[in-house]
């Protein structure tokens, strides 16, 4: 898949600490590291070309957005080693999208990001249970946006 954007040395890359565990072997199940970065592509692009979410993502750069993407779904995506971790993904999460949040970003806008993580996997040939996965996991992200 070839992307319309210059993302060379634009993107963020998912560590490769070998601590860090995705939830239901994630992963593993899309194929590595390498699938999981074209998935945050693929997510940021489709989310900067919707015109439901312009008015939020439209104007930032394709590195910044795909960092604060990233985020999102490694909050979702990876297994916390601990409650205390698991409450300070969700804080940064919120911290880093609060000025999107006091900007209106709301429930129904997460709603719309779930559909393009959807679209995003299915571009990334994501078997339907990984969907499955992804799509229970990321929804528990939700209450931070419907608290905006």
């Known amino acids: 898949q070839t992307s319309k954007y210059d993302t060379t040395n634009q993107t963020a890359t998912m560590p490769s600490d070998p601590n860090i565990h995705f939830k239901d072997n994630i992963m593993e199940r899309m194929g590595g590291s390498s699938n999981i970065n074209l998935l945050v592509v693929t997510f940021c692009e489709s989310i900067k070309e919707d015109p439901k979410l312009s008015k939020f993502f439209g104007n930032f750069a394709f590195k910044d957005l795909s960092v604060l993407e990233e985020e999102l779904l490694m909050a979702a995506l990876v297994e916390p080693e601990g409650k205390m971790e698991s409450q300070s993904r969700r804080s940064r ?34 078997s339907d249970d990984v969907i499955e996965d992804c799509e229970s996991h990321f929804a528990t992200l939700r209450p931070i946006f419907e608290h905006a």
């Open 93 to 126: 999460v919120a911290l880093h999208h609060y000025r999107l949040l006091e900007s209106g970003l709301n429930e129904r806008h997460f709603d719309v990001l779930s559909e393009h993580l959807k679209y995003a996997l299915e571009d990334c040939w994501a």
